[in-house]
């Protein structure tokens, strides 16, 4: 039984991973699919982001479906043969922040693939995987495991769009057009957007966007100007949900935000200086956004729902075997998009 581990920057390994029995409270799951996120790939280039290093071997990966194989006592929520997503996320219910019901942003999270804390929460990518029953989620009848491996990215911009307010009727600037800025697109669709603008630097993630439910798309590495027009008359967009982690693209879409709009930062990355004369003549609300609690369990009906379709994002299911040229395939942006392993 394999596992996708990451020892350092460029030091990727598929190895031979145990799975043991489950215990109390404990499930083995039969792991198909794992989708490659960015913060993976933030571990395989960089070694890590921010503060965050791998400082001991670590299982990647935190999108994950699959099979259920063996339950320990006490468990009855799943049985052996039922199809679950993964989730990553298990706040310990005890802390000042979960009891204050604020369980994202809990003091003793348990995130797969993370590692934010010592030692480090090994992740979901290998073929067994024996952990807590409570990340097993039951998928509803028809729902298939390639599908339900986006339940992770969905619910972080489930989440996203709670942090932005009512979508229905909104005009919406995207800005970033990876997963997770093609997936706020289709969330804001979902939720009811008059208009729905993506932007990225480069053009092929934008035909994904396209697909998504964007109305109108702009490269703006090759057209740096296009956004213009929507920051005449103080500004166009009600939301704009930030999904690039760039300082540049938080500028400029506070440029284009109308006067109260709200701007969700989603991406992740180093520091912005941000023109507080825009925030403040604009009365600009920036708000931040974090994972997702009670969001997973609704991103897997809505996946069931088929509501909202995330096959276009799939570029392709690689073999678990070829984890390191399924890394590489998913940084290359104009290549992929999404890149899942196949165990
Ligand atoms: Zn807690």
Redesign the pocket.
């Known amino acids: 039984m394999s596992a996708v581990v990451i020892h350092a920057a460029h030091d990727l390994r598929v190895e031979p991973h145990d799975a043991p029995d489950p215990g109390p409270g404990e499930v083995r799951i039969r792991v198909e699919r794992g989708g490659i996120c960015g913060s993976d790939l933030h571990y395989y280039h960089a070694g890590g982001f921010g503060a965050v290093r791998v400082r001991e071997p670590m299982v990647l990966g935190h999108e994950a479906a699959g099979t259920v194989e063996a339950v320990g006592p006490g468990v009855t929520h799943v049985a052996p043969g039922d199809a679950v997503a993964v989730n990553p996320s298990l706040?310990?219910?005890?802390?000042a922040?979960?009891q204050a019901g604020r369980?994202i942003h809990?003091?003793?999270m348990r995130f797969l693939g993370s590692a934010m804390r010592m030692p480090h929460i090994q992740g979901a990518f290998r073929a067994r995987f024996t952990c807590e029953a409570a990340r097993a989620v039951k998928l509803p009848p028809g729902l298939s495991v390639e599908t339900a491996a986006f339940a992770e990215p969905l619910s972080v911009c489930l989440h996203a769009a709670s942090q932005a307010g009512p979508l229905l009727g909104a005009r919406v600037l995207v800005t970033g057009s990876g997963p997770i800025g093609v997936l706020c697109c289709a969330v804001a669709r979902l939720g009811g957007a008059r208009e729905i603008v993506v932007t990225d630097l480069v053009a092929p993630p934008l035909a994904t966007a396209r697909a998504m439910g964007a109305d109108r798309t702009h490269a703006l590495g090759e057209q740096p100007d296009s956004l213009a027009p929507y920051a005449e008359g103080k500004g166009h967009f009600d939301v704009a949900f930030e999904a690039s982690g760039s300082g540049a693209a938080l500028v400029g879409a506070l440029g284009v935000l109308r006067p109260g709009g709200t701007l969700v930062q989603v991406g992740v990355g180093g520091d912005a200086a941000i023109p507080l004369s825009a925030v403040v003549a604009r009365e600009a609300r920036i708000v931040g956004t974090f994972r997702f609690h009670a969001e997973f369990a609704h991103a897997v009906e809505v996946l069931a729902s088929g509501r909202l379709d995330p096959a276009p994002l799939l570029t392709e299911v690689v073999p678990a075997a070829e984890a390191v040229r399924a890394f590489d395939l998913a940084s290359d942006r104009k290549r992929a998009m999404k890149v899942q392993l196949a165990f």
């Open positions: 706040p310990c219910g005890t802390c922040q979960c369980p809990c003091l003793d």
